[in-house]
């Protein structure tokens, strides 16, 4: 790990975009260790019986049909920024054509989460003359491709298992994929005083469930893909269907943002997560209780540097999204059992609104399982 190197790689960003990618991910590797995949045979072996396991009991358990993907990754941590690079430039790609584009050459500081904030490099801000123009926008690429080369690190570092339906991917019909980060299940095992090989099956449990929902869903994909691309589009034009909208140097109209797109994925997120959290409590095969307290502890535990960091990438937002997400499914398990909760893949109109997700029965009423 070579902050400095990490520091000087960005310092380096070039290009027409308002992200250096390539830099990004070289300053991320560069400040994170990749870890050991280092295998034994029984380590090997382990995935494949967790994740064979797990597709057996959640058929059996959930009542729904679905496979997994073929693609089966045990990663290092350069590995998983090597996958995601891509997702990450994928959802830019249009705030960046806003922003280097028809817009007069904004050019803004992008937050971890995407958003676009502090535009710089407009003409309302700037001098005339190109020459500082340029030099603004080199100043924000490298302010952007700091916090990418930033998110693409920590969470390298935290990421257990991902499941990756490959949302926004030049190639939609390629196969999904199912990672996991071994160095990091190996670190969080030893962490939290529990059995690798346990912990290691209990994580392979929880991303097989999202393959379980995605598998279930096949119209899921192109559901949230479609949000997203809505939300974005928001960003980009500021919400102003007339096209009189626009970027600008004094910031995006938030309150003449599209939120719908946004709500909406939301809400299908945390049923996704809250799915995930009841059926696998119900499908794993062994004593769950300490990992789920252990876990969930970690969630919200960490020095301040970590919360911090949480909260810069709305991995708060996540955790209420789990918790959420998981007390309706309580709720609607207890009430009509866990064939009648897979009821909400069968179609996009039996998601959860926001509202029904603080209110079960009403769901109940609605889509009646």
């Given at each position: 790990m070579?902050?400095?190197r990490?520091?000087?790689?960005?310092?380096?960003?070039?290009?027409?975009?308002i992200?250096?990618?390539d830099?990004?991910?070289?300053?991320?590797?560069?400040?994170?260790?990749?870890?050991?995949?280092?295998?034994?045979?029984?380590?090997r072996?382990?995935?494949?019986?967790?994740?064979?396991?797990a597709?057996?009991?959640?058929r059996?358990?959930?009542g729904?049909?679905?496979?997994?993907?073929?693609?089966?990754?045990?990663?290092?941590?350069?590995?998983?920024?090597?996958?995601?690079?891509?997702?990450?430039?994928?959802?830019?790609?249009?705030?960046?054509?806003?922003?280097?584009?028809?817009?007069?050459?904004?050019s803004?500081?992008?937050?971890?989460?995407?958003?676009?904030?502090?535009?710089?490099?407009?003409?309302?801000?700037?001098?005339?003359?190109?020459?500082t123009?340029?030099?603004?926008?080199?100043?924000?690429?490298?302010?952007?491709?700091?916090?990418?080369?930033?998110?693409?690190?920590?969470?390298?570092?935290n990421?257990l298992?991902?499941?990756?339906?490959?949302?926004?991917?030049?190639?939609?019909?390629?196969?999904?994929?199912?990672?996991?980060?071994?160095?990091?299940?190996?670190?969080?095992?030893?962490?939290?005083?529990?059995?690798?090989?346990?912990?290691?099956?209990?994580?392979?449990f929880?991303?097989?469930?999202?393959?379980?929902?995605f598998g279930?869903?096949?119209?899921?994909?192109?559901?949230?893909e479609s949000r997203?691309e809505?939300?974005i589009e928001?960003?980009?034009?500021?919400?102003?269907?007339t096209?009189?909208?626009?970027?600008?140097?004094?910031?995006?109209?938030?309150?003449?943002?599209d939120t719908?797109?946004?709500?909406?994925?939301?809400?299908?997120?945390t049923?996704?997560?809250?799915?995930?959290?009841?059926l696998?409590?119900?499908?794993?095969d062994?004593e769950?209780?300490?990992?789920?307290?252990?876990?969930?502890?970690?969630?919200?535990g960490?020095?301040?540097v970590?919360?911090?960091?949480?909260?810069?990438?709305?991995?708060?937002?996540?955790?209420r999204?789990y918790?959420q997400g998981?007390?309706?499914?309580?709720?609607?398990v207890?009430?009509?059992g866990?064939?009648?909760?897979?009821?909400?893949?069968?179609?996009?109109?039996n998601?959860?609104?926001?509202?029904?997700?603080?209110?079960?029965?009403?769901?109940?009423?609605?889509?009646?399982?």
């Amino acid at each position: 790990m070579d902050i400095l190197r990490s520091l000087r790689t960005v310092s380096e960003a070039s290009g027409p975009g308002i992200v250096d990618w390539d830099r990004a991910a070289a300053a991320a590797k560069a400040s994170t260790d990749p870890g050991s995949v280092a295998l034994t045979d029984a380590e090997r072996a382990g995935y494949a019986t967790d994740v064979r396991d797990a597709r057996s009991r959640l058929r059996e358990v959930a009542g729904i049909e679905f496979d997994v993907p073929d693609a089966i990754e045990v990663q290092n941590r350069h590995h998983w920024i090597d996958a995601s690079v891509d997702t990450f430039r994928n959802v830019m790609a249009p705030i960046e054509a806003a922003a280097t584009g028809d817009d007069g050459g904004v050019s803004g500081s992008v937050d971890t989460t995407g958003g676009i904030v502090e535009p710089t490099g407009g003409p309302a801000d700037l001098p005339t003359g190109d020459l500082t123009q340029g030099f603004a926008r080199d100043l924000s690429r490298v302010a952007n491709t700091g916090s990418m080369a930033f998110a693409l690190g920590f969470l390298a570092r935290n990421v257990l298992g991902q499941y990756d339906p490959l949302l926004l991917a030049d190639e939609p019909d390629a196969d999904h994929g199912l990672y996991f980060v071994h160095p990091n299940i190996v670190a969080v095992a030893a962490s939290l005083d529990v059995d690798f090989p346990r912990f290691r099956r209990w994580i392979a449990f929880h991303e097989v469930t999202h393959a379980a929902e995605f598998g279930a869903a096949p119209w899921l994909p192109e559901y949230l893909e479609s949000r997203v691309e809505r939300g974005i589009e928001g960003l980009t034009d500021g919400g102003d269907s007339t096209g009189s909208g626009g970027l600008t140097a004094g910031g995006l109209p938030v309150d003449a943002l599209d939120t719908e797109p946004f709500a909406e994925l939301q809400a299908a997120m945390t049923a996704v997560e809250g799915y995930a959290e009841v059926l696998m409590d119900r499908a794993f095969d062994g004593e769950y209780a300490d990992l789920r307290r252990k876990l969930d502890e970690r969630r919200g535990g960490g020095g301040p540097v970590q919360r911090l960091a949480r909260r810069l990438l709305g991995l708060g937002l996540k955790r209420r999204q789990y918790e959420q997400g998981a007390a309706f499914f309580r709720e609607v398990v207890d009430a009509r059992g866990i064939e009648a909760a897979g009821a909400v893949w069968e179609r996009p109109e039996n998601l959860p609104t926001r509202a029904e997700l603080d209110d079960p029965a009403a769901w109940l009423v609605r889509v009646d399982p």
